[in-house]
């Protein structure tokens, strides 16, 4: 049976090369920090709303320039170097631990409270692939809240789909694709508001499709519409009468409630309003309500 292999080696070899690369990330973490403390020293830290240590020895001093300077003389650049020396204030020597890389004290250096940072930093959370408690770039990156390298729960995955579709047209891309699976779209759009928004989207763009179109027959629909309400109007006053003249006869011989009488008042009454509004409309072309009619037609 063969060995196990991962990549191109055997796992032994593997574990030889994982141990050996982790002094080396131990030896360029010591190099890193010491850079920062050279930095450090050179330009410390100004006290945010106090005056710079330095500032009177030389009128012409300028953190940034003296800092491009230094990275200049060194050959790294400058952005490098204030990060080395931003994570060096961060952590004095003390406080640094062995065996936990640069990266990971520098992430955890957002962490504001000097107390709180120093504390967390002595607490490595589980790594669930290895069983063992250790510092990693993404258990630093979970504990200030940052983008991980590696997404495993979904929030994670969704905040990194999110990052990577920060461009509209490659947020639009991605829904498209993603819409096409049928799962995926039936879960959307259980999303009230993700449907309220497919459905919208759809209507602008029906509406702005038609635009042109309805432009063009305007006139004609306004005609056409002018006849059909004409034609609605004479209907409607000919079904009222038709109406009539097929229940009043039917009513001889009939006696009523008082009750009865006075719903049948009210509701002629509403019909003689709303004849007079009727005639108004056609007159003069005003077609609005008065409070009175309003109350009147809404007592039903």
């Given at each position: 049976m063969g060995a196990t292999m991962v990549g191109h080696v055997a796992l032994e070899r593997y574990q030889e090369l994982v141990e050996r690369t982790r002094q080396l990330v131990e030896t360029v973490g010591r190099a890193q920090f010491e850079i920062g403390d050279n930095a450090l020293e050179i330009a410390p830290m100004q006290e945010r709303g106090g005056s710079h240590p330095l500032a009177g020895i030389d009128d012409t001093y300028d953190i940034s320039e003296i800092l491009a300077t230094f990275a200049d003389d060194v050959g790294l650049a400058a952005a490098t170097i204030k990060e080395y020396r931003w994570t060096s204030s961060r952590w004095p020597a003390q406080y640094r631990q062995v065996g936990v890389s640069h990266k990971v004290h520098r992430i955890l250096a957002a962490i504001s409270d000097e107390q709180a940072r120093w504390r967390q930093i002595t607490r490595p959370p589980l790594d669930e692939r290895t069983g063992h408690c250790r510092w990693t770039p993404d258990a630093a990156s979970r504990i200030v809240g940052y983008q991980v390298e590696r997404p495993v729960s979904v929030k994670e995955k969704v905040r990194a789909i999110h990052d990577l579709a920060g461009d509209e047209e490659v947020a639009a891309t991605v829904a498209t694709d993603l819409l096409r699976r049928p799962a995926v779209a039936h879960q959307a759009m259980a999303d009230d508001t993700a449907k309220h928004m497919v459905n919208r989207a759809q209507y602008n763009q029906a509406h702005q499709?038609?635009?042109?179109?309805?432009?063009?027959?305007?006139?004609?629909?306004?005609?056409?519409?002018?006849?059909?309400?004409?034609?609605?109007?004479?209907?409607?006053?000919?079904?009222?009468?038709?109406?009539?003249?097929?229940?009043?006869?039917?009513?001889?011989?009939?006696?009523?409630?008082?009750?009865?009488?006075?719903?049948?008042?009210?509701?002629?009454?509403?019909?003689?309003?709303?004849?007079?509004?009727?005639?108004?409309?056609?007159?003069?072309?005003?077609t609005t309500l008065d409070e009175g009619l309003v109350a009147l037609l809404r007592d039903r």
């Open positions: 499709a038609a635009e042109p179109a309805r432009r063009a027959v305007a006139p004609a629909l306004r005609r056409v519409e002018h006849t059909l309400g004409f034609i609605d109007l004479v209907g409607a006053c000919a079904a009222f009468v038709a109406a009539g003249g097929r229940i009043v006869p039917a009513l001889r011989g009939r006696s009523f409630t008082d009750t009865e009488r006075a719903s049948v008042h009210k509701n002629l009454a509403r019909v003689r309003s709303t004849a007079d509004w009727i005639e108004t409309a056609i007159d003069t072309g005003d």
